[in-house]
């Protein structure tokens, strides 16, 4: 996990709820499903801490079993935790935009 520590301002995915503010705390692995029906392609979360692989048992009919390595993980205010492939998000302070570019590289 980073060092790096930058207060946040986080969005939905589909950027239609403001999830308010909170912490990036670094970089995390996390695991998803993702589904193809008819040419569309559909992404689940795991159940529970997506930062724990799931058991193969547990993995849903039709489902692949994705790990992203490298998401931004960021605590929000409330004490959720979002990941950096489930939101938008950027530094309320500009001035923290170097430092948290370095860290990503």
């Known amino acids: 996990m980073s060092a790096v520590s930058v207060r ?14 909170g912490t990036y705390v670094g970089e995390a692995t996390v695991f998803y499903y993702q589904k193809e029906t008819a040419g569309e392609i559909a992404l689940y979360s795991v159940p529970g801490d997506a930062e724990q692989e799931p058991d193969p048992a547990d993995i849903p009919e039709g489902c692949e079993l994705i790990i992203s390595e490298g998401n931004p993980k960021i605590v929000l205010d409330t004490g959720e935790t979002v990941y950096g492939c489930q939101c938008w998000w950027e530094p309320v302070d ?3 935009w170097p430092a948290l570019m370095e860290r990503l590289k």
């Open 94 to 96: 500009e001035a923290d």
């Open 8 to 21: 946040v301002r986080v969005r939905s995915g589909d950027e239609s709820e403001d999830l308010g503010e």
